[in-house]
């Protein structure tokens, strides 16, 4: 098993940037895909990035790619999801999830979640 702790979340205004950070530890976290997934009050949990095992596969979803970008740490056993250019609408809770080796996009194939933190962007 595997255990995810969110942080670096906080309030932003449109345009500016921030890193939230996913600490992983428990099992060989190096064997771990990781995925970052939001949601948004009334809405369903969506994809947001993911990252294999060895940082050979990287994926983002549409409404994010060119704007984040995302980076294993395995020295610290971390993973960094980079967000820039922050929009009002990607204000939400983003978790941090984990799965063995590959990347999915789905929030079902990921067994491992952290407890989340909330990025707000507002003016």
């Known amino acids: 098993q595997v255990q995810l702790v969110e942080s670096g979340g906080g309030l932003v205004q449109p345009g500016d940037s921030l890193r939230v950070s996913c600490a992983t530890s428990g099992d060989t976290v190096t064997n771990y895909a990781v995925g970052w997934f939001r949601q948004a009050p009334g809405k369903e949990r969506q994809f947001v990035a993911a990252i294999s095992f060895t940082g050979g596969t990287i994926l983002f979803s549409d409404s994010v790619k060119g704007r984040f970008t995302i980076a294993r740490d395995n020295a610290n056993n971390t993973v960094h999801l980079q967000m820039n250019s922050l929009k009002p609408e990607d204000t939400a809770v983003y978790y941090c999830?984990?799965?063995?080796?590959?990347?999915?996009?789905?929030?079902?194939?990921?067994?491992?979640w952290g407890q989340g933190t909330q990025v707000t962007v507002s003016s």
């Open positions: 999830t984990a799965r063995l080796y590959y990347v999915r996009t789905m929030p079902s194939e990921y067994p491992y």
